[in-house]
T-cell receptor, first 119, second 111 residues
């Protein structure tokens, strides 16, 4: 259980265009989702936290107008990279927080990631 | 948010037991300790989670001392397919629950 489906797995776009990445929770409702980006040989960097029905909370240094996050339903969060440039090329990963049974804390399940290449 | 410190890299051979230790000196009372595995170009995959003492599942064991300022992930009899990056994270059992990734440990299993 607790599967997150992320699409597309890879995308190539031209500089200046926008790209949307989708993250769906398949068998549970995800009130909270997180978006990360990862550069080669580096760790995951948290970009923002999205809560269903409210505005996303962005980490310091992340441009909210460039990385638009929408979490309109309990099963879908989207990240749109607007006016993409080559420096936005990266691996983007979404994650959903899952409440463990018995109140034993939270689990986090991750999407398979999206490789974005801006040319 | 508790910061974690792990070795950057480790080498091992097939069939050996691998222990990766993580330091989290500022862990709070409500924090859980979770380990993830990540292969190249894939999202992290949950391995194990614990709060205190010892937790064991079908793939790993997690040892947490009484003061909870560190934890050790134990992988029994590793194989080549266990070559990956392993992340130790401390998560809040609270409203935000943001997962902040440290540098992780790159485990290289050799034949």
């Amino acid at each position: 259980g607790a599967v997150v489906s992320q699409h597309p797995s890879w995308v190539i776009c031209k500089s200046g265009t926008s790209v949307k990445i989708e993250c769906r929770s398949l068998d549970f409702q995800a009130t909270t989702m997180f978006w990360y980006r990862q550069f080669p040989k580096q760790s995951l960097m948290l970009m923002a936290t999205s809560n269903e029905g409210s505005k996303a909370t962005y980490e310091q240094g992340v441009e909210k107008d460039k990385f638009l996050i929408n979490h309109a339903s309990l099963t879908l969060s989207t990240l749109t990279v607007t006016s993409a440039h080559p420096e936005d090329s990266s691996f983007y990963i979404c994650s959903a927080r899952v409440t463990r049974q018995g109140g034993r804390g939270y689990g986090y399940t991750f999407g398979s990631g999206t490789r974005l290449t801006v040319v | 948010l508790a910061k974690t410190t792990q070795p950057i890299s480790m080498d091992s051979y097939e069939g050996q037991e691998v222990n990766i230790t993580c330091s989290h000196n500022n862990i709070a009372t409500n924090d859980y300790i979770t380990w993830y595995q990540q292969f190249p170009s894939q999202g992290p995959r949950f391995i194990i989670q614990g709060y205190k003492t010892k937790v064991t599942n079908e793939v790993a064991s997690l040892f947490i001392p009484a003061d909870r300022k560190s934890s050790t992930l134990s992988l029994p009899r590793v194989s080549l397919s266990d070559t990956a990056v392993y992340y130790c994270l401390v998560s809040l059992n609270g409203n935000t629950g943001k997962l902040i990734f440290g540098q992780g440990t790159t485990l290289q299993v050799k034949p």
